[in-house]
């Protein structure tokens, strides 16, 4: 009975093209993103930023579950309503993110491991009692020379799995995230063939610990160039190289794929995604979605700035870049979306190049 609802709410995240908006970022991480615009880095600034990202009109329109961290899970809109309680109301399924971060990797210098496992049950009940349907977790690999070892690789994909069963046997639908992360030069070939062979592992690992494939999904990177890679790729190139890594290391029985967006502006995040859709959307055993962060956050947050006043024009970014995504996720996206002239001027601002505190293009 267990797996069969969990079956039903994999089902439902991934439901009409929609996708999950990920907002679970550590208070650590919240705050450095704050810093860079001068917000102020506080519990309130926090809750006033979700607020403005969860009550955005429309949002249930393209988004079919939110992550929260823990902070967030327990915080309410200025006039009292729980975040909870607003997430109900809109049809969109609460998920909260359980891992307790990536820690130093003991004997590996330079490598991490994800923790978070001891008292992961009594946790997981706890919020599975407040609501929560789907929980995220994910796990850090790091592309050098040596890198990413088998060390590394299989204390994260255990823990990855361990997460999985403790989640399922909770009733809730463990995303599992591990992310081969864009920093490096290195080619579009290696970040495959890695991706690959964590892909191979934490499929292994899932198995070994009896994880219904069924009810869960994963949230990978997509296979891209190294962040200073001096070599371009086409979106096409993107998504040929994704989509060939996922049929060659995702089993068929995973019913979807929500990528995360690892540092790709918005654009192109969109235009990837859109790429493996359009190529070939009903012969992928999977659904392709996105579960972004930064790329569907960062034009909201830049507009926001932490002032009252920009929540109509920061939400109006974030409610056209998850519709765009949406969009991605049926193969229909144009780029003349990004600049659609019936957006106010403020919202075409969102697109138009960002300008450095001197007034330079940043
Ligand atoms: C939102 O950031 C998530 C939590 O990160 P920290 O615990 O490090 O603060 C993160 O897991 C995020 O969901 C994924 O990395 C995807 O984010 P991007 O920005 O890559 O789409």
Redesign the pocket.
């Known amino acids: 009975m267990r797996s069969h609802s969990l079956v039903a709410t994999a089902a439902q995240l991934l439901a009409s093209d929609k996708g999950l908006l990920?907002?679970?970022?550590?208070i650590?991480?919240?705050n450095a993103r704050f810093a860079t615009l001068g917000i102020p880095q506080s519990e309130e600034s926090r809750r006033a930023y979700r607020e403005m990202l969860l009550t955005t009109p429309r949002l249930s329109g393209s988004i079919s579950g939110a992550?929260l961290?823990d902070e967030t899970f327990h915080q309410s809109t200025a006039n009292g309503t729980a975040f909870l309680g607003l997430l109900a109301e809109s049809g969109i399924l609460a998920g909260i993110?359980v891992?307790l971060?990536?820690v130093p990797l003991a004997g590996r210098a330079g490598e991490t491991v994800t923790e978070g496992l001891d008292g992961l049950r009594q946790r997981l009940a706890g919020y599975a009692e407040l609501g929560a349907r789907f929980a995220?977790w994910?796990a850090v690999f790091r592309i050098g020379r040596e890198t990413p070892s088998m060390m590394s690789i299989h204390a994260n994909v255990h823990a990855l799995a361990r997460y999985a069963a403790l989640c399922q046997e909770a009733g809730l639908v463990p995303i599992v995230?591990p992310?081969v992360v864009m920093d490096g030069a290195h080619s579009i070939e290696r970040c495959g063939s890695v991706t690959e062979a964590v892909l191979h592992a934490v499929f292994r690992a899932l198995y070994a610990q009896d994880v219904t494939l069924e009810g869960m999904i994963l949230?990978p990177?997509m296979v891209l160039p190294g962040a200073s890679c001096p070599d371009p790729v086409s979106h096409e190139d993107v998504a040929y190289a994704t989509i060939d890594c996922l049929l060659r290391s995702v089993p068929a029985a995973v019913p979807g794929v929500t990528?995360?967006?690892?540092?790709?502006p918005a654009e192109p995040?969109s235009a990837r995604l859109n790429a493996m859709n359009g190529r070939s959307k009903d012969a992928m055993p999977w659904a392709l979605s996105f579960?972004?962060?930064?790329?569907?956050?960062q034009p909201a947050l830049d507009l926001w700035g932490g002032r009252a006043e920009n929540v109509d024009v920061a939400q109006h970014a974030l409610e056209l870049r998850v519709a765009i995504n949406r969009a991605a996720c049926r193969g229909a996206y144009r780029p003349s979306m990004e600049h659609d002239d019936t957006s106010s001027s403020a919202l075409r601002a969102v697109f138009a190049p960002r300008r450095g505190p001197s007034g330079s293009s940043a």
Request: net charge neutral.
């Open positions: 990920a907002i679970d970022e550590s650590a991480t919240c992550i961290c993110k891992d971060g990536a995220k994910r995230e992310e949230k990177n990528f995360l967006s690892g540092g790709q995040a579960s972004f962060a930064r790329a569907v956050q």
